[in-house]
């Protein structure tokens, strides 16, 4: 029957020398089964009114998420009687008998065309402003034009120097397994180059020679083919 854990406390099974399995990373880690990790005190969040511990970039972790997913620390709060603004900033309201919620700027577009908008319809705002349903401010576009006017942060961007120095420094000595060299074999089978490729190739070769063991490698691999037709 296994003993229960030695530190006081801890209902947890013993695992090593007479402690569970955490209490025993931490004697090993710490040399103190009994360890808590000391907070960091980082402060108080920079947004005026707002008392809550900072996590990061001077702001606490509701203003930080709040910048980045929309790029604004403020909450907007819509007027009493005008419907409500959800987290992404669109003003929603409620219409017909049951009272349905929709977004405003969906509804005015639909009211404009005399029809109701199809699901794959997007509605774009031409200024930015979320809240500024004014027809002359409303596009219809569909999903991959709206990501257009739209892109990712992260789009287009590229690793710096020393980023790419410290993954290519982190792949020296390593090695493909077996079985990725055979997944990376099958995925090539049957694909040819393109003619722009096979001219960026031909060019990136020109007046280069090749060493004495790659023409041997070369000539190796050719005989073992016709050995193998043979």
Do not use: F, W
Not at 81 to 88: L, W, Y
Not at 102 to 111: D, N, S, T
Not at 185 to 191: H, I, L, Q
Request: net charge positive; glycine share 6%; with cysteine.
């Amino acid at each position: 029957m296994k003993k229960q854990c030695s530190i006081s406390g801890c209902e947890k099974l013993a695992v090593r020398k007479g402690m569970c399995r955490t209490h025993h990373d931490k004697l090993k880690r710490y040399s103190d089964p009994l360890y808590v990790r000391p907070k960091k005190n980082t402060g108080q969040c920079k947004i005026d009114g707002c008392e809550a511990q900072a996590s990061r970039k001077a702001m606490c972790n509701a203003h930080y998420l709040r910048n980045k997913r929309y790029g604004r620390e403020e909450r907007i709060l819509a007027q009493p009687g005008t419907g409500t603004i959800n987290s992404e900033g669109y003003r929603i309201i409620s219409t017909g008998k049951r009272k349905q919620r929709i977004r405003e700027h969906r509804l005015i577009m639909e009211k404009h065309i005399g029809r109701k908008l199809e699901a794959h319809e997007i509605i774009h705002h031409l200024n930015g402003d979320r809240l500024d349903n004014r027809t002359e401010n409303l596009e219809i576009t569909t999903l991959c034009e709206h990501n257009k006017k739209h892109p990712h942060p992260m789009l287009g961007r590229h690793h710096s120097p020393e980023s790419k120095s410290k993954m290519s420094a982190s792949r020296v000595g390593k090695k493909h397994s077996a079985e990725t060299k055979a997944k990376m074999s099958a995925s090539k089978t049957g694909r040819k180059h393109s003619d722009e490729s096979n001219a960026k190739n031909r060019a990136a070769h020109l007046g280069k020679k090749q060493s004495k063991e790659t023409i041997a490698k070369r000539l190796a691999t050719k005989l073992a083919k016709k050995q193998g037709r043979l």
